[in-house]
């Protein structure tokens, strides 16, 4: 008597997982730090800070750091699948800490205003810049 053959194992999903189903990422966005994330990350970067000082040379100059992040400063990746999705104009904007996107009940879209988009760069030397990209370079090239 023979074994049935066994069923293939299907393999584990490396790599960023969709927030609401668990399956491969497609896409992804940008949202604030919650309060606890942000208290976490603090303390973390104090962390750092400390382990670096406590290293230093001795007989060198103290390590100087910068001001501690503000919640402005830190964001996070939210990651979903394509079935779960935001629009890409959404995507492209960083979401409120309270975004529950993807939530099912809001999609395409989410329960925040997102922050608005910075203003583009007035650089001048960009201005010298031509406006065609090489072949290629496009989905229209």
Excluded: Y
């Amino acid at each position: 008597m023979t074994n049935p053959p066994e069923p293939v194992l299907v393999p584990p999903v490396t790599g960023p997982s969709c927030r609401l189903c668990g399956v491969r990422a497609a896409v992804h966005w940008q949202r604030r730090l919650t309060d606890g994330e942000f208290a976490a990350h603090l303390e973390f970067e104090q962390q750092r800070r400390d382990r670096i000082t406590l290293l230093a040379d001795p007989d060198g100059s103290a390590p100087v750091f910068g001001p501690m992040p503000a919640p402005g400063d830190c964001t996070t990746p939210v990651f979903a699948c394509a079935s779960h999705a935001i629009t890409l104009d959404a995507a492209a904007l960083i979401h409120a800490k309270s975004c529950t996107a993807p939530d099912a009940g809001d999609l395409p879209g989410c329960d925040c205003t997102p922050e608005p988009a910075p203003e583009p760069d007035s650089d001048p030397h960009l201005t010298d810049l031509p406006d065609v990209l090489p072949p290629g370079w496009s989905a229209r090239g």
